[in-house]
């Protein structure tokens, strides 16, 4: 049996080092003027060495990665599907990137207790954006200066 490590030259086709190292969780700066709408698969309780307490993640049936609660979630999911974790499974939720009074960008996640309107399935990470993907706003500003770098 051989134990050397399966290696891959990807130096040619990575455009970005986070397309090797994909996030495990959801960013709250990568949520900023987008909405997802996700079904709660899971709920488990993280610890890693070092760390004080264990954290609550949710697990999604609609994306690949993972949503690290903060007591504002926890709360908002209370308030929503009740104190049993157990019935919030199978349910939706929506979660946006929002500044803070603090000046903090953070993930708030709002219940969806009638369901979704429309549901969305989540991008994973390593695939390139699509129109449909990105918000309007920043596709506006793409096309512009992608416009103006026309050759004449």
Do not use: H
Request: glycine fraction near 4%; charge should be neutral; charged fraction near 20%.
């Amino acid at each position: 049996m051989d134990n050397k490590p399966l290696c891959t030259d990807v130096s040619s086709d990575v455009r970005d080092w986070d397309d090797l190292f994909p996030d495990q969780y959801f960013q709250p700066e990568a949520l900023i003027g987008r909405k997802l709408t996700l079904q709660i698969a899971s709920a488990i309780s993280e610890q890693y060495p070092g760390d004080a307490m264990p954290r609550c993640v949710l697990v999604f049936s609609n994306a690949t990665q993972k949503l690290k609660t903060t007591k504002a979630n926890r709360i908002a999911l209370k308030k929503g599907f009740g104190s049993n974790p157990p019935a919030a499974l199978g349910k939706w939720v929506e979660i946006t990137g929002v500044v803070n009074t603090f000046k903090r960008v953070e993930i708030e996640l709002t219940p969806l207790p009638n369901g979704p309107q429309q549901p969305q399935t989540v991008v994973a990470p390593q695939q390139q954006p699509t129109q449909q993907n990105i918000p309007p706003e920043v596709l506006a500003q793409l096309q512009a200066v992608l416009a103006s770098q026309k050759p004449t």
